[in-house]
């Protein structure tokens, strides 16, 4: 009994200072890493038809835990599978969200939900935790150790809430499409429409994106397709975790917007519209073999830390994307992989993989109120409606990693006593 109060005192030095553990005691392989996979609701596609529908209460791991990945591709209904020229995956998101307890899944609508959102600037849009798009199949999702995005809490819901999952899936069928390519670029004018989802009228001046290709809308289709078979398929994901423990150091995800002029344009508020259009470049530059568009904004980093991870969305025409500091340095470059075949994951013409970053931990450092620099850059040999530029990255806050240390110090104080 009489060590107690020389082991409080240490304790209280050790509160007080960054000491450093034994490596051993900083990484979380000691931990069981756990992997389940699950399946969507069956979507049913027609040839050249779409289906962008919100899933509620998707099947997803239970309890306190730590996300180390989550990743996703369609299949048919004997788990094959299926190449992005059948079925366009346009995107897939997942995100959390709070709804009161009891509540049936049948009587769920985004109206009667808390959405449990990600740390990123776009306030109405883009919430999600995870999200990627045609290169499902080649990015990588892993979140490094010693660190894992944070769910599950069961402090966390609004008192009388619980937490659930949503999942959205986007995917067009282009089978016996008479424009495969225009289809994917969800064209107006393939699609037939003059109202979007919501009933608002369609501009002239927009000429694709997603107002013209939203859940049940047909692209044109070759003669003697348009009663084709039904194929019905799946979102296919796995989620890989750890039970949430003291050896974790969460991490914040933010998504920027390429789309987001506001802070360029002296405005406040951010402007995320999520997609933008690519012009076909002069036939000077195109002589000169210089067709690259080039998309440039700025965004307000909340609270900084340490970069872990980071990659970008595009769509096709997508060259790759890069993140900058306030001084103009390079955070992080994701670049597009094109596929060279017709199987799944190599189709011709479609990206199929984004390349990411892992800076070494306390390497890629970012400030509070950081302004930062998206760029996306796109060929433009050809016009490409629709598309999209996001840079997602995940940031350790240095005050987190500190109590986080602090919190580990004590453990492994106490336990080799």
């Known amino acids: 009994m009489k060590m107690w109060p020389f082991l409080l005192l240490l304790v209280a030095l050790l509160l007080s200072t960054t000491a450093t553990l034994p490596s051993e005691a900083l990484n979380v392989r000691g ?9 969507s609701p069956a979507i049913f596609l027609r040839p050249s038809s779409i289906s962008n529908k919100i899933y509620f209460d998707v099947a997803f791991p239970i309890g306190h835990i730590a996300l180390k990945s989550f990743d996703a591709e369609v299949v048919d209904e004997h788990g094959v599978p299926v190449p992005l020229h059948e079925t366009y995956l346009h995107h897939w998101v997942v995100e959390p969200y709070y709804i009161p307890k009891g509540t049936d899944v049948a009587e769920t609508k985004l109206s009667k939900i808390i959405l449990r959102r990600n740390s990123g600037v776009c306030k109405t849009t883009l919430g999600q935790y995870y999200g990627l798009g045609s290169e499902t199949r080649h990015t990588a999702t892993w979140v490094p150790d010693p660190y894992g995005i944070e769910v ?45 989802e919501y009933g608002r009228r369609i501009g002239e001046d927009y000429i694709g994106g997603l107002r013209c290709c939203y859940d049940q809308t ?19 994901y796995t989620v890989t975790w750890l039970d949430w423990n003291d050896a974790v150091l969460p991490v914040k995800i933010y998504i920027f917007d390429v789309t987001d002029r ?17 012009e076909e470049c002069s036939s000077e530059d195109q ?12 965004q307000i980093l909340p609270r900084g830390g340490d970069i872990v991870f980071g990659v970008a969305h595009q769509h096709s025409g997508g060259i790759g994307a890069s993140l900058h500091g306030e001084d103009g340095r390079l955070l992080c470059e994701s670049m597009a992989t094109y596929g060279e075949g017709q199987e799944a994951g190599n189709e011709a013409g479609y990206i199929v993989g984004m390349s990411t970053c892992y800076p070494k931990p306390g390497t890629v450092t ?13 060929s433009s040999e ?10 997602y990255i995940l940031v350790a806050e240095h005050e987190q990693q500190q109590q986080q ?12 006593l």
């Open 366 to 378: 970012v400030s509070d109120g950081e302004a930062l620099t998206v760029v996306s850059n796109y």
């Open 218 to 236: 047909q692209c044109k289709v070759k003669e003697g397709f348009a009663d084709g078979e039904v194929r019905k398929m799946f979102l296919r």
């Open 31 to 39: 931990h069981l890493l756990k992997s389940k996979t699950f399946l």
């Open 152 to 196: 599950g809490d069961p402090v966390a819901p609004p008192e009388g809430h619980e937490e659930k999952w949503l999942l959205n899936v986007h995917a067009i069928d282009t089978r016996g499409a008479v424009d495969k390519l225009g289809c994917t670029e969800c064209r107006c004018d393939l699609y037939n429409v003059t109202m979007d």
């Open 382 to 391: 050809r016009q490409h409606t629709g598309v999209m530029g996001l840079f």
């Open 287 to 298: 002589a000169k073999n210089d067709c690259v568009h080039v998309q440039v904004a700025k």
């Open 405 to 416: 240390q602090q919190v580990r110090t004590v453990s492994w104080l106490l336990s080799n």
């Open 262 to 278: 506001a802070l360029l344009e002296g405005k406040s508020e951010p402007s995320c519209k999520i997609e933008y259009q690519v």
